[in-house]
Each structure stands twice: as C-alpha cells, then as structure tokens.
C-alpha cells in the first residue's frame, strides 16, 4: 500500500503565493505519475494538474500561468507551486498517484490540505 501525505496548505491574500508537497511512501512501489486535484465547498472535485514520472504535465484551464507541477522522482514527491491566487481558487486540495506494486497496480489519494484566498 502507498501512503500519501500532503502540506503546504493555509491562509493567503488574493494575488500570494503557496507551494503545495506531497510525499508517497511505501515499500516497493513504482509512481508513474501524479495528480493534483482540488474539491470547493458544494462543488464536485476537479483536476488541477497531473504529471507522468517522464515530466509530461498537463492543467486545468483555470490554473494554466499560474500553478506549476512538478516532481522529485528521487524523493518520491510532488510539488504544486500556485501564484497570482484568486478567491476562486480556495478548496480543499488532494494529491493523487498511480503506478504499480508487486503484482498489481495502485492508485492512492491524500488526506487532503485546505487552501483559503481571501479577497
């Protein structure tokens, strides 16, 4: 089983800056990429970017320019880094990765880590 555990969460002003981590841990497992998604209060959750273990990336419309993903392969980490925040942009955010394990495939989510932008 891969375990997941995000941070980076909080409190910022329209227009600041947070940087989002998420590590996997485990025993004996493969990430072949990851996923950042995010859930508002009453809405249903959304993709915000994903990346492949090779760097390919892709975004939401919404957070193109301005949110970045990356990955350190070595460390079993993802990094969402997230500028020019908008009230918009406040839920609650969950790291996703899929790869294999021993026989099979997996698919793991985090616990999830608020984000609040204020007007």
């Known amino acids: 089983q891969v375990q997941l555990v995000e941070s980076g969460g909080g409190l910022v002003q329209a227009g600041g800056s947070l940087r989002l981590s998420c590590a996997a841990s485990?025993?004996?497992?493969?990430?072949?990429?990851w996923g950042w998604y995010r859930q508002a209060p009453g809405k249903q959750r959304e993709l915000v970017a994903t990346?492949?273990?090779?760097?390919?990336?892709n975004y939401a419309d919404s957070v193109k320019g301005r949110f970045t993903i990356s990955r350190d392969n070595a460390k079993n980490t993802v990094y969402l880094q997230m500028n020019s925040l908008k009230p918009e942009d406040t839920a609650v955010y969950y790291c996703?990765?899929?790869?294999?394990?021993?026989?099979?495939?997996?698919?793991?989510w985090g616990q999830g880590t608020q984000v609040t932008v204020s007007s």
């Open positions: 990346i492949t273990s090779g760097g390919s990336t």
């Open positions: 996703n990765a899929w790869g294999v394990v021993p026989g099979t495939a997996f698919g793991s």
């Open positions: 485990g025993s004996f497992f493969r990430i072949n990429g």
